[in-house]
């Protein structure tokens, strides 16, 4: 069956310092979609990426797709403690979403 | 513009009792309806999806069933709890199969 993992697990940084997570598929995927979930929260939706090799910015957050669309990285730039949270990529089914492990990331003040 | 409602918050349940939770979406109509479940500290696994009124597909076999029975309403069921059913479940909807997916509050299920 379709896998997505990612890594690391877990990612303790100290404010100010840069954060990623990477994420991999097993098949190719037509998009890869990333997602925040802040402690005792629920997921919210940041981004989307269709095109193979394509990279977007959200002010200190960068996003990648790879080139043969099997994976995707997530790069935070000078992290600050509003980071915190556990980020899942995800990728499309038949006809649901497939999402990944996600990564946990503590921000040390 | 588009709202998900779930419901309750927090739920602890007794071993072998019944379970409901209830999952409503407003200001879209068909939309994709999926219900997730996070163990402490963990990933997402995807209990249930569907497409439409009626349809609902299972990805993990186990005592929990899903029912579609307004386009709107999607509910998460089982006749009997087991101590392993607790967990975060999430209820979700996209517009299209698999796109951008928008989540409920979710419940934090505590079976004692």
């Known amino acids: 069956g379709q896998q997505v993992m990612q890594i690391p697990q877990y990612q303790h940084v100290q404010e100010g310092e840069d954060f990623t997570t990477y994420c991999n598929s097993s098949?190719?995927?037509?998009?890869i979609q990333w997602y925040k979930q802040r402690p005792g929260g629920h997921p919210v939706f940041l981004i989307q990426?269709?095109?193979?090799?394509e990279v977007k910015k959200q002010k200190r957050l960068t996003f990648q797709f790879g080139e043969a669309k099997k994976n995707s990285s997530l790069h935070i730039t000078a992290t600050q403690t509003t980071d915190v949270g556990t980020y899942f990529c995800?990728?499309?089914?038949?006809?649901?979403?497939?999402f990944g492990t996600g990564t946990r990331l503590t921000v040390i003040p | 513009s588009q709202t998900i409602h779930q419901w309750p918050a927090t739920l602890v349940q007794p071993v072998g009792s019944p379970l409901s939770l209830e999952c409503t979406v407003e200001?879209?109509?068909?939309?994709?309806l999926y219900w997730y479940r996070q163990a402490a500290g963990r990933g997402l696994q995807l209990l249930f999806y569907?497409?439409?009124?009626?349809?609902i597909s299972s990805e993990v076999p186990q005592n929990l069933s899903a029912s579609r029975p307004q386009d709107r309403q999607f509910i998460l069921s089982s006749k009997k709890l087991l101590l392993s059913d607790s967990g975060f479940y999430l209820c979700?909807?996209?517009?299209?199969?698999?796109?951008?997916?928008?989540f409920g509050q979710g419940t934090r299920l505590t079976v004692v």
């Open positions: 979700a909807w996209s517009a299209v199969r698999a796109s951008e997916a928008f």
């Open positions: 098949t190719t995927l037509s998009n």
């Open positions: 990426l269709v095109k193979s090799g």
């Open positions: 995800a990728g499309p089914g038949a006809n649901n979403l497939f």
């Open positions: 200001g879209t109509s068909n939309p994709n």
């Open positions: 569907s497409v439409g009124i009626g349809q």
